[in-house]
């Protein structure tokens, strides 16, 4: 019996050491993921603040052509100035805040898109070069914000998905891991927008 017992008790310590350093592993990969959200949001932030930063720019080169379509330019600045009040703490990311973050963007895409059918009025506009540069930096610019933000969904699709599996959720909800929300389209994307000149 005693040595029944020791065994017993041998088996019972090196199960709770297994399951204390599989707890730990499970925690360091939770914040490692959890920091790699964090960086893929980064970069999203940081393709957006490209865009805004060239905004100003953009509004010079077009007011000193159209200086009648003062309403246009107008709009371009304010909602630059909204989007760029808008900020997300990554540890608290939320479907709330992400959501005010998007509606800022979008307010901005769409008012950066008035301008661009404005700018269809001025012939000797579309040919001026640094018009052009910066027309091609935007979109760019507008392409790498699609890329980022489907970079930031797949990093979080693959942390939700790993804190939600179990056993993995136990230590989750032990240490306040949460989901993590994700970029959706905007309420009538899936329409081509009217462009009329």
């Not at 953009?58 to 200086?67: E, F, H, I, P």
């Amino acid at each position: 019996m005693k040595r029944t017992g020791i065994i017993v008790v041998i088996v019972i310590v090196v199960m709770l050491f297994f399951g204390f350093q599989w707890g730990i592993s499970t925690g360091n990969k939770m914040v490692t993921m959890d920091e790699g959200v964090a960086t893929a949001w980064s970069q999203v932030e940081n393709v957006y603040q490209r865009r805004s930063d060239l905004i100003p720019n953009l509004v010079s080169t077009v007011k000193g052509y159209a200086d009648f379509e003062k309403a246009t330019l107008t709009a371009v600045i304010e909602a630059r100035a909204k989007a760029t009040q808008v900020t997300v703490d990554p540890t608290k990311l939320s479907p709330e805040s992400l959501q005010q973050f998007q509606q800022a963007q979008g307010g901005l895409s769409s008012a950066l898109g008035r301008l661009m059918v404005v700018v269809e009025k001025y012939p000797e506009l579309k040919a001026n070069e640094g018009f052009m540069n910066l027309q091609a930096q935007l979109e760019g610019t507008e392409n790498r914000i699609t890329v980022e933000r489907q970079k930031f969904n797949e990093v979080a699709r693959g942390y939700n998905t790993y804190i939600r599996q179990f056993p993995q959720s136990i230590i989750a909800s032990m240490r306040n891991f949460e989901k993590k929300p994700y970029f959706e389209a905007e309420k009538g994307a899936d329409k081509a927008p009217k462009v009329q000149f």
